[in-house]
């Protein structure tokens, strides 16, 4: 049943939070069965012996427990019967059987001809609540049931193999799309609808049960309380569901059919268990779309629904283990915190009536003999002309303390106006006086029609809106003068405030900047400095060198070790400043170039090898700076953690360039030479990759590693 929206409001609710309330039903032992005590009602605790331990006794307490003994009337009038006040309060309720099969689920929640369950009691009780009550009540019922994982209409013939689906509205209140509602004027018309729907429900024979439920049956009772006195109309809802039992099919000797019909109800009953076991550890994400039922559920397992789980168990030692299993899922269900809401709508006509007859009480000493005539003929003016924008108008003389009284006041007199501007021509206003509140004494209702009542909102509306356009072009015609008359020197003022400002967060965001990266962990540090790099690069490549800089500055806050990185804002900074572009690179790989041609003029006059090696002799020792420098190249391309690049080092392979990745994530950064050793790299292997690396640095080249602007070239 969709109610109105618009209309519905949220009221307090005396019960904010109420856990899921769980009761205990134990049947009796069925003729073939053997008794035994193995399981036992104390109170409100059902006992079980541990199986691994039989001295020991496992005791689990819930809101009520009852014995073979209990009779129907019991139950219902100890839980149930208590609900049906809240129902008519405009509260939502669901009462839900859980067990295995054989357990006696369906006998509790439908029962028989002699001992009615809880869906017959309920109908009856709300059919006498109704008969006796002075507010009119109106009840539906909708009636479906989940088989095999679809929704079917039990009352109508089943004439779809695909079922119903599930839809979720604009309120996230989860409804089943074209589901019939039938509208119920008494229980005997009741009992004939759901004898009927009942034969559509899909049941069939097994080895533990002869009419054993082979879906879950959801009856829905809508119930709709209407007060005429207060004008307001509650609305409720009370889900009665029959739970599948779960099955072992080694003791079910299932067929194929059942075999396919079992799955889906285990399947469906596991996503519940999952759904009241993240309820019960407070998890952030709740499986509900897991399962049609669980999903139709939504609302009565944590959502805003009273909620009453009945947990049928099966006595004796065969069912065990199904009945430890089912004592364990109510202790969780336990847990479970609902929020429940009223449901409630206030009729707008009921208000107004209500304002007209306040009003009434008050306009008949409106008309005093004191008053002028200008004003007695002003009175005249305003009843002689119906729905006036001058009737209408929002900007009473009058003094009052509040918006909604001043509102109240001008649909008062706007309803009165529609009523009596026939009688202006009366000669005496006392008379006026007392025939509208003679009638409206009599039939207030007679006052207004939805038609008048629209179009009183709908001007209301429209002088709201304009006075609120008036208002707003006002300021800002205020606004746009007081700038007009800035004078140049407060604009000026302005101009330097503002720039002052953007300063201020610019050097503010610079010196915190540094503050947060000391935070960050050396990996997020290179990850974040590299995605700097890269990010200033396309810019530089765009030729836009400005942004290009201010990039790389940042980037050197997370990377301060990178020398090169130093070295190219410097390059930066002077090709802004200049205007000229340096092309560092492609001038040294020049200069190499030269130097290989001639060695290799030389080589070819004195008939011997060349190769780069040769470059080498004779050269000097490197000096201390360019000794930091080659350092500090290498240990760029070592902490960067990344393989492929680790890799292009003399030396290190795979296995030795993982070993060293793994270090860095391990014990972060490394800040010497000397420390790869600790990281996999040998002495020799060490020693090979520092001499390249000085070789090529006194060539001037600094192309064995890959730096963060130079590509790599093969050694």
Known sequence: MQFPIKKITKTDNPISQQKVKVVCRVRPFLPHEFPDDTVGVDGNSIKITNQRNPSEILKYSFNACYGPTTTQTELFNNDVYPLLDHVLKGLNATIFAYGVTGSGKTHTMQGNQEHPGIIPRTLRRLFEIKNTSINRIDIKVSYMEIYKENVYDLLVPRDSITGLAIREDMNRNIFVAN?????????????????????????????????????????????????????????????????????????????????????????????????????????????????????????????????????????????????YNTLNFATRTREIENRPEVNQITDVRHVAEQLVVAKSQKTTRVFPSERSNAQSDRKKQRFSDPLSDKTLSLGNKRNTSTKNERLSDSIFVSTKNVEFHDFSSKSSHGCLAETFSARNAANPRALLSEKQLEEIEKKLTMKMEANLDEKLEKKIKEISGKQEFLSPVSQQKAIFEETLQERLEQRMETSIEPQLVQLLTPETKIKNGRALIALARMHEKQDELVPALEIYEKARVYLPEYARLATKISVLQEEIKTGKVTRYKASGQKRIGERLRKERSQGDKENKPYSRDSLTKDQPVMSNENWQLVKKSILEVI?????????????????????????????????????????????????????????????????????????????
């Open 639 to 715: 902490n960067t953690a990344d393989a492929k690049q680790i890799k292009s080092l003399k030396g290190i392979g795979n296995a030795r360039a993982r070993t060293i990745v793994e270090y860095i994530n391990s014990h972060g950064p490394i800040l010497e030479i000397s420390s790869l050793e600790y990281a996999g790299v040998s002495g020799k292997v060490l020693s090979k990759l520092v001499k390249v690396a000085m070789r090529h640095a006194m060539l001037g080249a600094s192309q064995m590693t890959v730096g963060p602007f130079h590509n790599r070239k093969s050694i």
């Open 179 to 323: 589901l019939t509602e039938k509208e119920l004027n008494s229980y005997a018309e009741f009992e004939k609808v759901y004898a009927a729907a009942c034969k559509h429900r899909s049941t069939a024979a097994t080895k533990l049960n002869v009419h054993s439920s082979r879906s879950h049956a959801i009856l829905c009772i809508y119930v709709t309380c209407r007060d005429d006195a207060s004008g307001t109309t509650l609305f409720g809802k009370i889900n009665l569901i029959d739970l599948a039992g779960s099955e072992d099919n080694r003791r079910t000797e299932n067929g194929k059919e059942r075999l396919v019909e079992s799955a889906a109800i285990n399947k469906s009953l596991f996503a519940l268990g999952q759904v009241v076991e993240a309820l019960s550890q407070g998890s952030s994400r709740i499986p509900y779309r897991d399962s049609k039922m669980t999903r139709i559920l939504q609302d009565s397992l944590g959502g805003r629904s009273l909620s009453m789980i009945i947990i049928n168990i099966s006595p004796g030692q065969a069912f065990y283990t199904d009945t």
